[in-house]
């Protein structure tokens, strides 16, 4: 081992998922650089995940005579291999990186300890992976049981299993062991016994592992456990399950007790460590990958995807996309009927969106080089947006589906059409080549209907439409009295201002025009320093302020009761605000008042992810208090006449500096406050 030195530039807590890109990639590009792990270097994939599984997947395909005992023998055996190429000596000797095998806990926010000595840092990355979440269940305590920890050391036969949970790892080893003769039985307390993938393919599965002799009994609670049986209720019926082995399967939990973040100021929850959109924690030199992460699936893919856009920003300081935490990510469930999805599915399709989208699917034999192999069996779904043809998601069920997944996810990612597909040449016979086959369909199907999806999305538009005509009739209207009373611009400008500033009905109709602005998309921001110029700091900041509620108020209900998450605000802007909305309604609809956003997104945005309007209504009057008090007397700070004529302006130096200290300070008390309350 190389000594230890008392600071490095970057650090590595866990060797566990997302570890390898970032830390060998620091290592690579000559930075230093200190991993500190406490188990095992390489963590779940290379133990507990991905390797045993697909080993032992692979194994039980080709041996279906084989016991559970040689299986498991085999799959450590495969495992050796990668542990060999992960031993702190092969990887201090081929990338010269320091490695201490010790538990690591933060002082503060720049030095931890380790095994007695203080190190400080830079930049530190947290990747210490999830552990097993044991439920609390009667009995459980008192008796052995297996968890995704220990399975693959398991060395004696096995005649009876039991999972109590599921998820997409526990039916493929449930699908394995079937296999290898062992009779399985799945507790799963949802509806589902995996999440999130379409109705159809959920049920092929659950229908092929049945068919294998697993037996799946959903919403079930287990009650209580004992030394061979465990007793569950489903349906209102308690029923008692004997087992050979038990196996706890409910999720995982972030591995963060012995960290002691809050010595370094950062912030998490029971799902794990808050990261921002470049995996940045609540202490902006730390940061955060993988299965520690809050909300984050646990995919070694998408670990190590946060693995090298870490690195993207501690080399050299390269930002990396604001949006890659919102990136698409792909997954197989590798059980003998795969299913690969990337992107929407069908079951995120709701009654109120499903207007918006086109689904078709197409079965294997539709293709030749599935009918050349024999591997005809189940299909592909495409999901599409109507008219424009941007692919959205995808699904695949059948055999090997897995390697097909990456064109699909980069289709999905980019946004690509069908239009777009299409005009590519596909090798033949290649299974890929479904692909443009069902994008054909919908090419070809949308030109023959080109007249009701053109009306379908002129409804789905309407909001939009009817705010373009809106402008239009005003413009019209305009240019009309115009030539009528023969006025220029300029009378035309001085007798509205002279109506504005003189008449009784003047802020009634200011306050009007701000209260449908909303439907007009016209800048707030524009408006609210017109009127500053025109009509000085006092009355317009009070007017200005009832109008900006009643717009923001119009604005909050049009999204909330018409809006979709669709819309194209949905790469950044819905999924940055989400993440700010924390426990505390009211106060995070302050502070994101205070950030300096366009008004209007932030209003579309809160209606769409559903924010209680009473706080809503609270936060926004006294978050927009600072910024729209400064735009007004920004505006207010050129005087001049009401002849719009900017030659004869004057610039009032004590209201432009208020103002750019109101802005300032707004500023800084969106910075002081999500510093305290760590938003």
């Known amino acids: 081992m190389n000594p230890i030195k008392s600071h490095y530039k970057n650090i590595v807590i866990g060797a566990w998922a997302g570890w390898l890109t970032c830390s060998l990639a620091l290592a690579t590009a000559e930075q230093d650089l200190l991993l500190i792990e406490a188990n095992k270097i390489g963590g779940e994939c290379t133990h507990t995940g991905c390797v045993p599984s697909k080993a032992l997947i692979s194994y039980a395909q080709d041996h279906l005579w084989v016991g559970l005992s040689e299986a498991l023998k085999y799959v450590r055996q495969i495992r050796q291999h990668f542990v060999l ?20 806990r933060f002082v503060d926010r720049t030095s931890l300890i380790v ?6 840092f830079d930049y530190c990355v947290i990747a210490t992976g999830a552990q097993a979440n044991i439920p609390e269940i009667s009995g459980l305590d008192k008796h052995d049981y297996l968890t995704h920890e220990n399975f693959f050391e398991y060395e004696w036969e096995l005649s009876n299993l039991t999972i109590i949970g599921g998820g997409y790892v526990w039916c493929e080893i449930a699908n394995a062991c079937a296999n290898l003769w062992v009779q399985v039985t799945i507790i799963q307390r949802n509806d589902n016994i995996i999440p999130n993938e379409s109705l159809q393919a959920i049920k092929i599965l659950h229908d092929d592992l049945v068919a294998k002799g ?5 919403w079930a609670d287990t009650t209580s456990v004992g030394s061979a049986h465990i007793i569950i209720r489903h349906l209102w019926k308690e029923i008692s399950i004997t087992h050979d082995q038990l196996l706890i399967a409910t999720g ?11 010595q370094a100021e950062v912030k998490y929850s029971d799902k794990g460590i808050t990261v921002d959109h470049r995996n940045r924690t609540s202490t902006r030199n730390i940061l955060a990958i993988g299965d520690c992460v809050a909300d984050n699936p646990h995919f070694t893919h998408r670990a190590d995807h946060e693995g090298i856009n870490v690195f993207k920003y501690l080399y050299r300081r390269i930002i990396a996309s604001r949006s890659y935490r919102q990136q698409v990510v792909p997954c197989t469930i590798y059980t003998d009927i795969q299913i690969s999805r990337a992107g929407m599915s069908t079951s995120d399709i709701t009654d109120r969106t499903r207007g918006s989208y086109v689904v078709i699917t197409m079965p294997w034999d539709a293709n030749h080089k599935s009918v050349i192999t024999q591997n005809t069996v189940w299909y592909m779904t495409i999901i599409f947006t109507r008219l424009t043809g941007v692919i959205v998601g995808a699904e695949i069920v059948g055999r090997d589906t897995a390697e097909m997944l990456t064109l699909l996810t980069y289709l999905v990612q980019h946004e690509k059409r069908a239009y777009g597909v299409t005009s590519q040449i596909y090798q033949y016979p290649v299974r ?15 030109i023959q209907n080109i007249w009701s999806e053109i009306k379908r999305r002129l409804r789905t538009n309407s909001f939009k439409i009817i705010a373009w005509v809106f402008w239009l009739i005003i413009l019209i209207a305009y240019f009309v009295i115009k030539s009528r009373l023969g006025l220029t611009n300029n009378e035309i400008g001085q007798q509205l201002l002279v109506f504005f500033s003189e008449s009784k009905y003047g802020a009634i109709l200011f306050i009007w025009l701000f209260a449908i602005r909303p439907l007009t998309f016209f800048p707030a921001v524009i408006l609210t320093l017109m009127w500053g110029i025109l009509f000085g700091p006092i009355w317009w900041v009070i007017y200005t302020f009832i109008g900006d509620n009643i717009s923001a108020s119009v604005a909050y209900w049009i999204w909330r009761l018409l809006g979709r998450s669709d819309t194209p605000y949905k790469k950044w802007i819905i999924p940055l605000i989400k993440s700010k909305m924390k426990w505390d309604w009211l106060l995070s609809v302050v502070l994101i008042r205070l950030v300096p956003i366009n008004f209007d997104l932030i209003n579309f945005s809160l209606g769409i992810i559903g924010v209680k309007y009473v706080p809503y209504l609270i936060g926004t009057a006294i978050g927009i208090i600072p910024a729209m008090t400064a735009v007004v007397l920004a505006g207010a700070s050129l005087q001049g006449n009401t002849t719009l004529n900017f030659d004869n302006f004057s610039l009032n130096t004590s209201y432009l500096l208020i103002a750019i200290w109101l802005y300032i300070v707004s500023i800084g008390i969106t910075f002081i406050l999500r510093r305290k309350y760590k938003i």
């Open 85 to 104: 190429e992960e031993t702190p000596q092969a990887i201090q000797k081929k990338y010269h990186i320091d490695i201490v095998m010790w538990y690591a």
């Open 115 to 120: 095994n007695n000595q203080i190190i400080t």
């Open 214 to 218: 697993v037996v799946i009994y959903t």
């Open 252 to 262: 995982k939990t972030p591995k963060l007790d012995w960290l002691y973040l809050d």
């Open 432 to 446: 890929s080549h479904l692909i443009k086959k069902i994008c054909g369909q919908y090419t070809i199907q949308t």
